[in-house]
């Protein structure tokens, strides 16, 4: 054993000794081996976000420098601004109110430890200082369709917002405040959500005036709640209701230009802050072309009932009358939503001299095409099912 031990420590002492004399010919600065070279220093460019600490190469195993609160990140759009925040190296607190699995899904799209969920209380204040006290950046995509038992329009829309704005500025070091609202918002809409986004923004500005706030069009993706909603009541009744005659025009943006957005006015130099952008598609459509698109991408024939707006709003009207009246969960609209029908009673499209992608640098995509190929799960036969509308007419020789 004696002998075993003295071998070894002969063996250390012979490398020790070796290893010095091979500084004293050619000596190592911690400078030339760690994260101070510049080939290890990252070529993030993030600007506006004062002086913070950036190690890496970039991409997702970097750290950008940024800590950053997302409210709404377990949302539709949240998984896409997650995603882009992971891709560059943000450390990225999701605060979550619901199940542990709430959130599973955003744990793959950082390195380890820079997804850090926090589950947290909307109606505490102490549990949203607690999920803010250690970011410099702080994202709000707190939003809701439709009325619960629990909660109103204006609570989550309006109250939540303004809550964040107050408690970021009393923060002292949030340095970006970002407010994502509703192309449409305004305090004269017919529908209760879009006044409520209205005072939002105007409430965030007030309280935090260095806010930028988004104002995206219905957005468009694998997760949206309105081509997916339309293609399974389809698929179900081989027809689609129509609000009014289907003539209200909007401007449908994809979710991942809308991400974009977002991470741009991040990462600019200050020039977003303080204003407001519309976001919207580069095509405006009415109802009725947007249903066109759904049908020939599931290869259906298009069977529409048009349904007047005072018969729609009779059709809603029960569940809100009775939300909470009942001692029990009432089931989510779908279709006949009662406030989505008021608002499609006005088009919502962007302003003529509103700030938009282009002032971001962003060229935003067409819709037909990648960002509606989702829907081929609900073809009847499968992908490869039936034929498109186009193909299916006879061609006169």
Not at 29 to 44: A, F, W
Request: aromatic fraction near 8%; charged fraction near 20%; glycine fraction near 8%.
């Amino acid at each position: 054993m004696q002998a075993t031990w003295r071998r070894s420590s002969r063996g250390l002492l012979e490398q020790s000794l070796a290893l010095a004399s091979l500084r004293s010919i050619y000596p190592l600065s911690s400078s030339e081996c760690g994260v101070d070279h510049p080939r290890y220093v990252s070529t993030i460019s993030v600007k506006g976000t004062g002086h913070i600490l950036r190690k890496g190469t970039g991409g997702r195993s970097s750290v950008s420098g940024i800590v950053a609160t997302v409210f709404g990140a377990t949302g539709f759009l949240g998984r896409y601004v997650v995603q882009q925040l992971a891709k560059m190296g943000t450390q990225v607190l999701v605060p979550f109110r619901g199940s542990e699995d709430s959130h599973r899904h955003l744990k793959l799209m950082g390195d380890l430890g820079q997804i850090v969920p926090m589950k947290y209380n909307p109606r505490d204040e102490n549990s949203i200082k607690a999920v803010m006290a250690k970011s410099n950046v702080v994202l709000n995509l707190i939003g809701k369709e439709y009325e619960t038992r629990n909660y109103s329009f204006e609570e989550v829309n309006r109250d939540m917002a303004e809550q964040l704005a107050v408690i970021a500025k009393e923060h002292g070091g949030i340095m970006r405040f970002i407010q994502v609202s509703c192309l449409g918002a305004s305090s004269s809409s017919p529908s209760r959500m879009l006044r409520a986004k209205a005072e939002a923004e105007e409430a965030v500005l007030m309280e935090f005036p260095e806010a930028t706030v988004m104002k995206p069009g219905v957005m468009i993706g694998t997760e949206d709640r309105i081509l997916n909603r339309w293609a399974r009541f389809a698929k179900k009744w081989s027809f689609l209701p129509l609000m009014g005659d289907g003539s209200t025009k909007i401007q449908p943006v994809y979710v991942v230009d809308v991400a974009a957005a977002v991470i741009a006015a991040l990462k600019d130099d200050g020039t977003s802050m303080g204003k407001v952008y519309e976001l919207g598609g580069p095509e405006v459509f009415t109802v009725h072309q947007l249903a066109e698109l759904m049908f020939d991408v599931i290869r259906e024939w298009p069977r529409y009932v048009k349904v007047p707006f005072p018969i729609a709003r009779a059709i809603a009207s029960p569940r809100e009358l009775l939300l909470k009246k009942v001692p029990f969960p009432l089931p989510n609209p779908e279709i006949f939503n009662l406030d989505q029908i008021n608002a499609l009673t006005v088009d919502t499209v962007v302003s003529e001299n509103a700030l938009t992608f282009s002032d971001l640098g962003i060229v935003p995509h067409k819709l037909k095409g990648y960002p509606v190929e989702f829907l081929t799960c609900y073809r009847k036969g499968g992908p490869a099912f039936g034929s498109t509308i186009s193909e299916r007419i006879p061609t006169e020789f």
